[in-house]
């Protein structure tokens, strides 16, 4: 009986083995890790090092210790600030999560129309800047189509974006507006992981879709659930754009949260070794958050077997 030998390219790879592609991959790799290194990394080591100096641009960074974090823990509106944005990111995350929760199990338990989807996206399209000034002609006190309608039915104007009860609720809906359809679509991908048979046997146990959504749905997804909470709290804590062209931080620092005071103060007085100083106490309190939401929603784990 004739016995066949391998061919050479078949005997070459058996010979060298599986094939390597680190460097392939690192090649790919480099361009978004330059990037990271130069516009992350790099800005974050230099303001932490601002931070321990009087900067202002005009002279060279002067080393004065601790002295931005005494001030910081000194300043009232600092503290004022921090008061506000986690009043906003209470409000924000609180309507946001639970309206993108509902949107997404609608889309999915009555329609998965792809059309539907791309309405529902269709204000995250919308850019911070235009949306704030769209908002602050329709919520205009005077000359608003929204309190022209409210005065049309009866309803005393609001003062939307001059009144300090109304404003930060105010910036929190508009912000709710254009977020919820992104966060809807991140549960939506979460909901495709839940098999069907799951709600077939919560069906078969007489189960309603109320029932099922508590005990199937809303345990299922909590792992996509913690990192909606993780992305939209981390965003929230930066809210800037809306503050900067609705109210500027008005009506009397009821709206001036902590980025916009940073921002004030390092291009609006040019104390850059302060303003780097609040950035890293920023930056503190979401790496804090973020390891405290990962730890108590076990992030890392589902209950989907």
């Known amino acids: 009986m004739a016995t066949t030998t391998p061919t050479r390219p078949a005997a070459r790879r058996a010979r060298t083995g599986p094939r390597d592609d680190t ?21 974050t080591l230099r303001g932490i ?11 060279p960074p002067e080393f004065n210790g601790l002295d931005n974090y005494v001030r910081m823990v000194q300043d009232p509106v600092f503290w004022n600030s921090m008061k506000v944005t986690v009043y906003y990111v209470i409000l924000n995350i ?11 199990v609608m889309m999915q338990r009555l329609t998965q129309k792809t059309w539907l989807r791309g309405i529902v996206l269709t204000p ?11 908002f602050l002609w329709i919520l205009d006190y005077q000359l608003g189509i929204g309190n022209t ?3 049309a039915v009866g309803i005393d ?20 507006w254009r977020h919820v359809g992104y966060t809807a679509l991140l549960i939506f991908a979460g909901l495709q992981t839940i098999p069907e048979t799951v709600y077939e046997a919560g069906r078969i146990d007489g189960a309603g879709e109320v029932r099922m959504f508590r005990s199937i749905t809303v345990p299922l997804l909590r792992p996509i659930l913690s990192l909606v909470l993780i992305i939209t709290v981390v965003g929230s804590f930066q809210v800037f754009d809306t503050v900067a062209i609705a109210t500027r931080g008005g009506p009397v620092d009821s709206s001036r949260v902590l980025q ?13 070794g302060y303003a780097s100083a ?4 920023l930056l503190a309190v979401l790496v804090i958050i973020t390891f405290v939401q990962y730890r108590l929603t076990r992030a890392s784990s589902s209950d989907l077997a």
């Open 23 to 43: 460097r392939l991959a690192l090649l790919f790799i480099l361009p978004a890790l330059i990037g990271f290194t130069v516009f992350l990394v790099w800005p």
């Open 49 to 59: 090092y601002l931070s321990f100096t009087k900067f202002n641009l005009l002279t």
């Open 94 to 104: 609180g309507l946001q999560t639970v309206l993108a929760l509902v949107i997404a």
């Open 124 to 134: 995250y399209l919308v850019s911070n800047v235009v949306a704030a000034m769209v």
């Open 149 to 151: 309608l409210l005065a």
């Open 157 to 176: 104007r609001i003062p939307f974006l001059s009144s300090d009860a109304w404003v930060i609720p105010t910036i929190a809906l508009i912000n709710v």
């Open 260 to 272: 916009f005071y940073i921002y004030d103060v390092a291009f609006g007085r040019f104390q850059f």
């Open 278 to 281: 609040m950035s890293v106490a």
